[in-house]
């Protein structure tokens, strides 16, 4: 039997395919019976603390983020595990100082180049300048920045935003 041009080539396409099939399931199995490691994409977390690093000058492995939520708004601190480690304190209060300010204008660039533009509470409070009350603290171990606002859906923005940087700072954050 002869086969024409089309036939022909449609057999060729199916020899292909058949063949990078094979390969495929060959890989596959390799994989699986030697039990060669996959690499997992990046998570969030390391995503986040590969954009923190650009954003925040401290060391997040040898800080901690702690945020408690209050019932007039929230509590946020950065302190460092090492309270002899004097570097890393003045690298938090600058940068918490810093923040509380640019936060009272309702500029949160800084958390939105970390977590993203969606993150949950952000566009409240960037539309809120002038109406949370942002007041920076120094701290014997780092420093924090108290939120404080009279408005319900304000404070339910600020907790979100807070939920957000716990979950995203996984083992460098914490909720209080």
Same mark, same amino acid.
């Given at each position: 039997?002869?086969?024409?041009?089309?036939?022909s080539?449609?057999?060729?396409? %199916?020899?292909?395919? $058949?063949?990078?099939?094979?390969?495929l399931?060959?890989?596959?199995?390799?994989?699986?019976?030697?039990k060669?490691?996959?690499l997992?994409a990046?998570? #969030?977390?390391?995503e986040? @603390?590969? #954009?923190g690093?650009?954003v925040m000058?401290?060391? =997040?492995?040898q800080?901690v983020? %702690?945020f408690?939520k =209050?019932?007039e708004?929230?509590l946020q601190?950065?302190?460092v595990?090492?309270p @002899?480690?004097?570097e890393? %304190?003045s =690298? $938090?209060r600058a940068?918490l @100082?810093e923040?509380a300010?640019?936060f #009272?204008?309702?500029?949160?660039?800084d958390? @939105?180049r970390?977590?993203g533009?969606?993150?949950?509470g952000?566009?409240?409070?960037?539309?809120?300048a002038g109406?949370?009350?942002v =007041?920076?603290t120094?701290l014997?171990d780092?420093?924090?920045i108290?939120?404080?606002?009279?408005?319900?859906?304000?404070?339910?923005?600020l907790?979100?935003?807070?939920?957000a940087q716990?979950?995203?700072h996984? #083992?460098h954050?914490t909720?209080?």
């Amino acid at each position: 039997m002869k086969l024409n041009k089309s036939d022909s080539q449609k057999a060729q396409r %199916i020899t292909l395919f $058949i063949s990078a099939s094979a390969v495929l399931v060959a890989s596959v199995a390799t994989l699986v019976l030697y039990k060669v490691p996959v690499l997992p994409a990046q998570t #969030r977390q390391e995503e986040v @603390a590969a #954009r923190g690093a650009q954003v925040m000058p401290f060391d =997040l492995e040898q800080t901690v983020h %702690i945020f408690e939520k =209050l019932d007039e708004g929230g509590l946020q601190r950065v302190v460092v595990k090492d309270p @002899a480690n004097h570097e890393q %304190i003045s =690298l $938090i209060r600058a940068h918490l @100082a810093e923040e509380a300010e640019k936060f #009272r204008r309702g500029d949160f660039s800084d958390p @939105a180049r970390i977590h993203g533009q969606d993150m949950p509470g952000l566009a409240e409070l960037k539309a809120a300048a002038g109406k949370i009350d942002v =007041l920076y603290t120094s701290l014997p171990d780092g420093a924090q920045i108290r939120y404080t606002a009279k408005d319900p859906a304000l404070v339910t923005a600020l907790h979100r935003w807070f939920d957000a940087q716990v979950s995203d700072h996984g #083992r460098h954050a914490t909720g209080h």
